[in-house]
């Protein structure tokens, strides 16, 4: 009897160890928000944190660029960059972090009002791999999230 109850705590340990290797895989992940909304980065903060995800946001391009060129904020695997930012627009932004070496893994993505063609167009020419039009559902950023960093999502 005692063999059975240890290969039942043996197996209800190995799947708290999964879980375990799943939840330290998705905090191991980085999201930067530049969005010059606060109400937009509390948005997209709290639905990654609700996720399991670490975050961290800028309300301007130039502040983010700062941070991260002073290294005050490891090198995020997945940005979420509005374009229409003050001081330097998210364009620029995300060309800048394409010509730097340390970035050449990070996933951009695009946040706009802005919902044209040749947006998008100019977005994956500076560097965007996808992009999000505003008004938008959190279930869409999370989508686009999971889709790049390879973290489920909670069922």
Same mark, same amino acid.
Request: with cysteine.
């Given at each position: 009897?005692?063999?059975?109850? !240890?290969?039942?705590? %043996? !197996?209800?340990?190995?799947?708290?160890?999964?879980?375990?290797?799943?939840?330290?895989?998705?905090?191991?992940?980085?999201?930067?928000?530049?969005?010059? %909304? $606060?109400?937009? @980065?509390?948005?997209?903060? /709290?639905?990654?944190?609700?996720?399991?995800?670490? %975050?961290?946001?800028?309300?301007?391009?130039? *502040?983010?660029?700062?941070?991260? #060129?002073?290294?005050?904020?490891?090198?995020?695997?997945?940005?979420?960059?509005?374009?229409?930012?003050?001081?330097?627009?998210?364009?620029?932004?995300?060309?800048? $972090?394409?010509?730097?070496?340390?970035?050449? #893994? /990070?996933?951009?993505?695009?946040?706009?009002?802005?919902?044209?063609?040749?947006?998008? $167009?100019?977005? @994956?020419?500076?560097?965007?791999?996808?992009?999000? /039009?505003?008004? !938008?559902? /959190?279930? *869409?950023?999370?989508?686009?999230?999971? %889709?790049?960093?390879?973290?489920?999502?909670?069922?």
């Amino acid at each position: 009897m005692q063999g059975v109850i !240890f290969k039942r705590q %043996s !197996f209800a340990g190995k799947l708290l160890e999964v879980w375990k290797e799943k939840e330290d895989e998705k905090m191991s992940k980085l999201v930067m928000i530049i969005d010059d %909304s $606060l109400i937009v @980065r509390k948005i997209i903060e /709290t639905s990654l944190k609700r996720e399991g995800i670490q %975050s961290v946001s800028f309300a301007d391009g130039v *502040e983010a660029l700062l941070a991260l #060129n002073e290294r005050r904020c490891p090198v995020p695997d997945l940005i979420i960059l509005d374009i229409g930012l003050p001081k330097m627009d998210g364009y620029e932004v995300a060309r800048h $972090l394409k010509t730097k070496q340390q970035f050449g #893994n /990070t996933v951009i993505v695009m946040l706009s009002r802005r919902d044209g063609v040749i947006d998008r $167009l100019k977005g @994956r020419i500076a560097g965007a791999r996808d992009y999000i /039009t505003k008004p !938008f559902r /959190t279930q *869409e950023v999370m989508s686009v999230v999971h %889709s790049y960093l390879g973290v489920p999502a909670y069922s």
